[in-house]
């Protein structure tokens, strides 16, 4: 039977954190287990031999934040490539900027429409302002009723409809809220304070945030197959919590991607990091990886996600799907959790929550807190 101070599952960002805080802040032992082949989760990151280009194997990943105690922390382990996000999609053939904007208004409409709808947009909200579209529709004004329709069929359905399989109506509130009409001239995607990539790649980061004496990585192996063989007296688990608990109260949904990657020989594919395709094929976006750090090669790698349901053995879970059913079954597990005596759950799939990389950090520095304060509570 092996013993170790402190178990953690999950060598993502969560694992990563309060792996890193445990050993180098109270001197304890830490294994981090992993059914995966590496470490990082889904910021995992490597260089494509053939194109020399920095491929996110799960999927473009930007780092972006206000909150400037998480990036002070992970400026420990990494130099930063300073990045500002720039997504664009194909409307009626144009390359329009996303969010949409003031500046999109005029790639899809006639100027003197795009003059009228600017005038009202600032009026009715202001400037500078984010407004969700399906809040937009309902505006009294006609022709903003109108802008509000065209975004939802051009820019919003489509694309929220491959997505997650469903009409946005059907999903909560917060989905179509990160998916506004932005009433400004900003064309970054983020418009966070710090905005930034690892200059080594997130894997090296995580590398480095874990290269500890006190840390141990053991990866392929799953720990529900050999949590009777090891004896801790913390447990954080990073995992999905229906799975944690055997699916006792059901299977909670996700949406999952398949990610094609193409490389092409020729020095750039697209004018941009990302292009979505609300209207046009099964994908919803293409990524030209090059862009992230600013590598200059003469071959390129984009990929393409094809969103798909979760399956057990089959994909990843990408996307918890928010909505008030899940959330009913999510708290059913979470309860159970509660119970349960120095066990701790964090992380997308533990919390059953959309997190930013930003939020994943912070929530686990904060439990981290939590415990260190346990730790000098006297008995």
């Known amino acids: 039977m092996m013993y170790v101070k402190n178990v953690v599952v999950g060598c993502g960002l969560s694992g990563a954190v309060i792996a890193e805080r445990i050993a180098s802040q109270l001197n304890e032992s830490v294994l981090i287990i992993d059914r995966r ?42 130099e930063w490539h300073y990045f500002m996000y720039r997504v664009k999609a194909i409307i009626d053939g144009n390359e329009v900027n996303i969010p949409f904007n003031l500046d999109s208004l005029y790639k899809v409409f006639p100027k003197s429409i795009a003059e009228k709808l600017e005038f009202k947009l600032i009026d009715e909200f202001g400037f500078n302002k984010k407004v969700p579209i399906l809040d937009l529709n309902k505006s009294n004004d006609d022709d903003l009723k109108f802008l509000a329709n065209f975004i939802y069929e051009k820019v919003f359905l489509g694309y929220t409809v491959k997505q997650w399989g469903v009409k946005p109506e059907d999903l909560d509130k ?21 905005q930034a990539i690892p200059l080594h790649g997130y894997t090296k980061m995580v590398e480095k945030a874990i290269e500890h004496p006190l840390i141990s990585v053991k990866l392929n192996t799953d720990f529900l197959n050999i949590k009777k063989s090891i004896q801790y007296d913390r447990l954080f688990f990073t995992g999905p919590i229906d799975e944690f608990f ?26 941009c990091p990302q292009l979505n395709y609300p209207e046009n094929y ?57 119970n349960l005596k120095n066990t701790y759950f964090l992380g997308r799939l533990a919390d059953y929550k959309y997190y930013n990389m930003d939020q994943v950090v912070e929530r686990a520095l904060i439990l981290f807190n939590t415990i260190e304060g346990e730790n000098k509570c006297p008995d």
């Open 246 to 271: 055997d699916y006792e109260f059901g299977k909670l949904p996700y949406r999952s991607l398949d990610i094609k990657f193409v490389n092409y020989d020729k020095e750039y594919f697209q004018s």
């Open 174 to 194: 917060s989905v179509s809220s990160r998916v506004p009409i932005y009433i400004s001239k900003d064309n970054r995607y983020f418009q966070d304070k710090y």
């Open 37 to 78: 082949s590496h470490i990082g989760g889904n910021v995992y990151d490597y260089e494509d031999q053939s194109s020399g280009v920095m491929v996110h194997k799960y999927g473009p990943h930007v780092f972006h934040t206000n909150n400037k105690l998480v990036w002070d922390y992970l400026s420990q382990f990494t």
């Open 282 to 338: 099964d994908f919803t976006r293409s990524v030209e990886y090059k862009y992230y750090l600013d590598q200059y090669t003469e071959r390129t790698i984009v990929s393409f996600e094809y969103p798909r349901p979760f399956e057990i053995g089959i994909n990843e879970r990408y996307y918890p799907i928010p909505n008030d059913i899940n959330q009913q079954l999510y708290r059913k597990y979470y309860d159970k959790a509660t």
